[in-house]
């Protein structure tokens, strides 16, 4: 769940995006008319008469498709009606040994080329982003250099893209889900393989886009609050020294973790609730984020020099006392990429917004679906009866911070810090995580050798931020689980975090090693990687040698999957708005988002939230760092529980986890309703965490 930063965005939206996922823009219009030459009209008819005659009626529909493609994308520059018709004669595979030749080859490079592309962007990032020391300003410019931005000008360029575009089919998302259930793995592998040519979108475009990620994720990753430092209205400290949460991760998951403490506890929570208020809303003190040097009340918002240190760098001798309020730079930042992704738009005229390009291409489920999937939860009648389960437990009126309940979880009963420290003992470094992979794998229930087989595909990093998976891009190459290593040992926090994202290793070891076509490998949208993650982290417990849950257990982290379903659909829902308002409002000022997004936060909480609880106007859903640099990738966060619902569900069913996530790993990239009817008989959908929630609440 933790896919902090750029490297996914930048990966998934810039670089592998033209490989892995692809942007799927397919739509017959995808090239700009415009540029489209005079002559082309009757050079294409010409073609077309001639290559039939050439190679035969059986492949008419081909070329028609194939000249048709390449017409939509060539431009003056690429060459004249000679050199066109000339290219056309020479690359037409019009028997299928050429084609499969063809086809085979381009497997196999395009996968040396992504793969290599790869390995050098994380060589290039890795002092960004693992714990490794200061952060240079040329470390800002490597790690924001894109190697392969300038990849697919090279093919349009070379002609490669075109040589797909004449051979390969280009399709509709339609297509793709109302004739993909009778297509190949073989014509899946090629539709696949001609999405990556799909744009044509500048290297430059795509850069700028790399930049402002960069400056965006380390705005967030550095985004940390000192908590010993926090005041209450008595002047007392109630978080331990040295505690560093990073907004909004650590904030909430210490906001979780306070359920478990008796004492104080909830004083605990409402100071949370209040600094990410002001994170929020902006009025923070700029001074106070990520400072131990100053004390700060966030209920008066006073600012004072720390009266007692905690860390081990000695205060700035210059620093400047003050509670000025951060000006808006989570706004400007989060301004920053739409700028960026918008360039995008003109070069996309089938798809010309970034909400389009997310839920089309990448999501492959239309913004329209996800949102009545949302609503579906969000207004379902279990919300009040879960909701009135809280109530009861807790023994009092829910308060807005109660949207991160998590006492139906088996372990909000286990003591953090006896957590904290059996995990830290366990793990005092990223190396004894490396050396305990196999049995971490065994115990989930792969067998040894699959077990061994993964554990050698997985290489573990100290992340600087909460922690990502990274998968590779070539068979063979590892992927990389980067995971926060506190000072004295991995924590509690930290080690449910590194389950999640050695999940995500998992299956992107056998989504990329054991699939039958390279360009097929992964899986249909990152909401599936993200299901898939959940089952092992639902585990983390049983993993560390605790009791396997029984019947009750399972009932109560059923509720717990719907209650963070319900929080995280209204917080997609306000990444959802926030994007629709960026592209009305282009021009907007950083305070004008900011505003807007408030009242987006408390609109979306009015309408889904209060009745539930019983206050209006909070705006704790717009606190995900998510907003900030992950461009609505939050939508997969509870289309992931569904998922997570039906795929655990399948698991169940099997009786086999290790052998059964091997299987679903392996089905690949394709439309998400065929990936999920192969995987479960059923299509995406929360019906199944519906009809599970009630079974729960009747068990109880
Ligand atoms: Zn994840």
């Given at each position: ?508 070891t056998f989504s990329l090693n054991d699939v039958p076509y390279y360009t097929l490998h992964g899986v249909p949208n990152t909401a599936f990687t993200e299901a898939l993650a959940f089952t092992c982290q639902n585990r983390d417990l049983e993993l560390l040698g605790m009791a396997r849950p029984d019947a009750r257990s399972k009932a109560l982290g059923t509720l ?46 009015n309408r889904w939230y209060a009745p539930v609880f019983g206050v209006r106007d909070v705006t704790l859903l717009a606190v995900y760092s998510h907003m900030i640099n992950n461009f609505l990738y939050l939508p997969d966060y509870p289309i992931g529980h569904m998922i997570a619902f039906q795929v655990e569900a399948q698991m169940e069913k099997a009786g086999n ?44």
């Amino acid at each position: 769940m933790e896919r902090i930063g750029r490297v996914s965005v930048f990966l998934l939206s810039v670089a592998l995006a033209l490989f892995l996922f692809s942007f799927c823009v397919t739509s017959v219009n995808a090239g700009t008319k415009t540029d489209r030459p005079q002559w082309m009209d009757s050079s294409v008819a010409k073609l077309k008469g001639e290559l039939a005659s050439k190679f035969g009626e059986a492949q008419r529909e081909r070329e028609e498709r194939g000249l048709n493609q390449v017409a939509q994308f060539w431009r003056s520059e690429d060459g004249n009606a000679d050199e066109f018709e000339t290219f056309v004669r020479g690359n037409f595979a019009g028997d299928q040994t050429t084609l499969d030749a063809m086809f085979d080859r381009f497997e196999a490079l395009l996968e040396q080329i992504d793969g290599h592309m790869l390995e050098v962007s994380l060589a290039c990032r890795r002092q960004s982003d693992l714990d490794l020391g200061p952060i240079m300003p040329f470390d800002e410019v490597f790690a924001g250099w894109d190697p392969s931005a300038h990849v697919l000008d090279d093919f349009f360029q070379n002609k490669l893209a075109f040589i797909a575009l004449l051979n390969f089919p280009l399709t509709t998302l339609e297509q793709r889900l109302n004739e993909g259930d009778k297509w190949t793995r073989r014509q899946w592998a090629e539709v696949r393989l001609t999405q990556r040519f799909s744009k044509r979108i500048p290297a430059e475009v795509n850069q700028a886009i790399a930049q402002a990620g960069a400056v965006s994720d380390q705005y967030i990753s550095e985004y940390n609050v000192w908590m010993h430092h926090l005041l209450n209205q008595k002047g007392e400290r109630l978080f331990p020294a040295k505690l560093r949460l990073l907004s909004h991760w650590n904030l909430r998951d210490e906001l979780k973790a306070q359920y478990a403490n008796a004492e104080g506890g909830l004083e605990r929570q409402r100071m949370i609730q209040l600094v990410m208020e002001r994170i929020v809303d902006q009025t923070i003190p700029d001074v106070v984020i990520d400072n131990p040097h100053v004390d700060w009340n966030p209920f008066t918002n006073e600012v004072s020099r720390a009266a007692v240190e905690d860390s081990d760098e000695p205060a700035p001798p210059d620093m400047k006392i003050s509670n000025a309020r951060e000006p808006d730079t989570r706004y400007a930042r989060w301004l920053g990429n739409f700028h960026a992704m918008q360039v995008v738009d003109r070069y996309s005229p089938s798809q010309p917004t970034h909400i389009q390009r997310v839920f089309e291409s990448g999501r492959q489920l239309s913004e329209a679906r996800v949102q009545a999937m949302l609503e579906q939860v969000l207004g379902s009648p279990q919300v009040g009866k879960v909701a009135a389960q809280i109530r009861k437990r807790l023994g009092r009126r829910l308060e807005p911070f109660d949207i991160w309940y998590n006492g139906f979880r088996a372990s909000a009963g286990a003591d953090e810090a006896q957590l904290d420290a059996l995990v830290a003992k366990k793990y005092p470094d990223a190396a004894a995580f490396q050396r305990d992979l196999p049995a971490i794998l065994r115990a989930l229930g792969f067998a040894p050798g699959r077990a061994d087989y993964v554990a050698r595909h997985i290489v573990v990093d100290p992340a600087r931020g909460s922690g990502h998976a990274m998968g590779a891009a070539m068979r063979g190459a590892p992927a990389h689980l980067r995971t926060r290593i506190e000072r004295g040992g991995m924590n509690y926090k930290g080690y449910n975090i590194a389950i999640h994202e050695m999940c995500h290793n998992v299956e992107q070891t056998f989504s990329l090693n054991d699939v039958p076509y390279y360009t097929l490998h992964g899986v249909p949208n990152t909401a599936f990687t993200e299901a898939l993650a959940f089952t092992c982290q639902n585990r983390d417990l049983e993993l560390l040698g605790m009791a396997r849950p029984d019947a009750r257990s399972k009932a109560l982290g059923t509720l717990n999957t719907f209650w963070g379903a319900y929080e995280i659909a209204g917080v997609a829902l306000v990444d959802m708005q926030a994007w629709r308002w960026l592209y009305a409002h282009p021009d907007a000022t950083p305070a004008a988002l900011r505003e807007a997004v408030l009242g987006i936060a408390r609109e979306v909480w009015n309408r889904w939230y209060a009745p539930v609880f019983g206050v209006r106007d909070v705006t704790l859903l717009a606190v995900y760092s998510h907003m900030i640099n992950n461009f609505l990738y939050l939508p997969d966060y509870p289309i992931g529980h569904m998922i997570a619902f039906q795929v655990e569900a399948q698991m169940e069913k099997a009786g086999n986890f290790g052998a059964e996530f091997e299987r679903v790993a392996r089905i690949g990239a394709v439309a998400p309703d065929l990936w999920m009817m192969a995987a479960t008989g059923q299509p995406v959908g929360p019906e199944a965490l519906l009809a599970a929630v009630e079974k729960a609440l009747a068990s109880l």
